[in-house]
């Protein structure tokens, strides 16, 4: 099982990036992917997760209205889609997979049992 996450960079405060992770996986339509994401000195924290179906997305606050988590079955990806970044954006963000058949959308990094190797966005002027 492999999750390869790219699209990172940097942007300026306000800009958008979209985070791509490409899953090679047995079956991408039984797991949940997720994003999280780690900032310099801070623990890790759940950013965004979509079902197998891409119903019951979930969101931090934090990027409630700015981000948006999406899916493609065909393509085994999952995307990050962020808007109006702001520099508390800044962080390394990791995909995630999450085996559930039942498409139970969970926030804590320990359900989820595949990663990435995260990519870097950073959000400066």
């Known amino acids: 099982v492999q999750l390869q996450a790219y699209g990172g960079g940097l942007v300026h405060p306000g800009g958008s990036l979209r985070l791509s992770c490409a899953a090679s996986l047995l079956s991408f339509n039984t797991y949940v992917m997720g994003w999280f994401r780690q900032a310099p000195g801070k623990e890790r924290e759940f950013v965004s997760a979509i079902s197998w179906n891409g119903d019951s997305p979930r969101y931090a606050d934090s990027v409630k209205e700015r981000f948006t988590i999406s899916r493609d079955g065909a393509k085994s990806t999952v995307y990050l889609q962020m808007n109006s970044l702001k520099p508390e954006d800044t962080a390394v963000y990791y995909c995630?997979?999450?085996?559930?058949?039942?498409?139970?959308?969970?926030?804590?990094?320990?359900?989820?049992?595949?990663w990435g190797q995260g990519t870097l966005v950073t959000v400066s002027s």
């Open positions: 995630s997979a999450r085996y559930s058949p039942t498409g139970v959308v969970k926030s804590n990094s320990y359900e989820y049992m595949y």
